[in-house]
């Protein structure tokens, strides 16, 4: 398993939703994503590495495109977020 740097340059952050427990919310932004939201990323595997080691829970292991390599976990609040490297 490779671990990177996370965020790293290139990411990007485009969304912000409602959340049910600040605290909690706080916790898992800081700690396991150590962002905000949808992250457009330069290495989608290496990425979703750093944030398995880190707790998220995904969905799937990252999946290819012709056009991407993107993967989706949730946050504590049940939203549904992705990492996605354009290829």
């Not at 990323?41 to 944030?51: K, M």
């Amino acid at each position: 398993m490779t671990t990177v740097p996370f965020p790293t340059d290139g990411v990007e952050v485009t969304q912000v939703l409602a959340i049910a427990d600040l605290e909690r919310s706080v916790q898992f932004y800081r700690d396991v994503v150590s962002h905000e939201l949808t992250l457009g990323v330069p290495d989608c595997r290496a990425a979703f590495d750093t944030l398995v080691t880190r707790g998220a829970q995904f969905l799937t292991p990252p999946v290819e495109h012709d056009w991407e390599i993107r993967a989706f976990f949730r946050d504590p609040d049940r939203h549904l977020l992705e990492i996605s490297q354009a290829k």
